[in-house]
Nanobody, 127 residues
Framework: QVQLVESGGGLVQAGGSLRLSCTASGRTFSLYAMGWFRQAPGKEREFVAGISFTGVNTDYADSVKERYTVSRDNAKNTVYLQMSSLKPEDTAVYYC????????????????????WGQGTQVTVSS
């Protein structure tokens, strides 16, 4: 079965940086687009970033554009989220997710397109 394991969360001061990692297992990682989402207390889960199966195409929420970078290393079965210039409003549990169908290059923002989810990693940004 597919497993996604996130790591790299923690406590950071505003303006700081963190890099999240998500390592996948259970099927051929390089065939599937990946997404990052986050959920803050009392709020719905929201899209953060997405990346195509090749890594060529990416998409970002407006709130993180120019501050976050999504990338992947298919040889390591891992997707990354580099976060910089962090703000207190970035505080949330961050989840990675894998698309159900292979070869996806569009529509990264819809949670219904993702079948597999990690357990989440907490990111806390202090002011």
């Amino acid at each position: 079965q597919v497993q996604l394991v996130e790591s790299g969360g923690g406590l950071v001061q505003a303006g700081g940086s963190l890099r999240l990692s998500c390592t996948a297992s259970g099927r051929t990682f390089s065939l599937y687009a990946m997404g990052w989402f986050r959920q803050a207390p009392g709020k719905e889960r929201e899209f953060v970033a997405g990346i195509s199966f090749t890594g060529v195409n990416t998409d970002y929420a407006d709130s993180v554009k120019e501050r976050y970078t999504v990338s992947r290393d298919n040889a390591k079965n891992t997707v990354y989220l580099q976060m910089s210039s962090l703000k207190p409003e970035d505080t949330a549990v961050y989840y990675c997710a894998q698309r159900e169908r292979p070869f996806s290059t569009t529509n990264y923002r819809n949670t219904l397109e993702y079948t597999y989810w990690g357990q989440g990693t907490q990111v806390t940004v202090s002011s």
